[in-house]
């Protein structure tokens, strides 16, 4: 993956609604450069970003150890020419309840 990209971002989890909002990242060196709510253009701070949200890298990492810690279920579809994840969801534990995580991207820029 280049350096420098951009792309819309959502997480789906049990969790307030300010953090499952669709963002827009940017990154840059492969690191969280800023954020912006699509709805409504509105800025999130640099440092609520980088805790909230990650690189493209750091998504595969969370594929990876979902993998490693054996998770219950991993589903997740690719870009057919670009190979970065596009839908994800992991459900850690059969028999928990909103342990589950996932993400959706769309409209990857590569800058």
């Not at 980088?50 to 890298?57: C, H, L, P, Q, V």
């Not at 750091?58 to 190979?83: C, M, R, V």
């Amino acid at each position: 993956m280049a350096p420098n990209y951009r792309f819309d971002f959502r997480w789906s989890c049990y969790c307030t609604m300010d953090f499952v909002a669709e963002v827009n990242i940017t990154v840059r060196e492969n690191r969280i450069h800023g954020a912006v709510l699509v709805e409504g253009d509105v800025p999130i701070p640099l440092d609520d970003a980088i805790e909230r949200y990650k690189a493209m890298d750091n998504l595969f990492d969370l594929l990876q150890s979902a993998i490693d810690e054996n998770a219950y279920t991993i589903s997740a579809k690719y870009h057919p020419e670009l190979g970065y994840p596009t839908d994800v969801w992991i459900d850690y534990e059969q028999h928990s309840v909103d342990e589950e995580l996932g993400f959706s991207i769309h409209n990857l820029i590569l800058e």
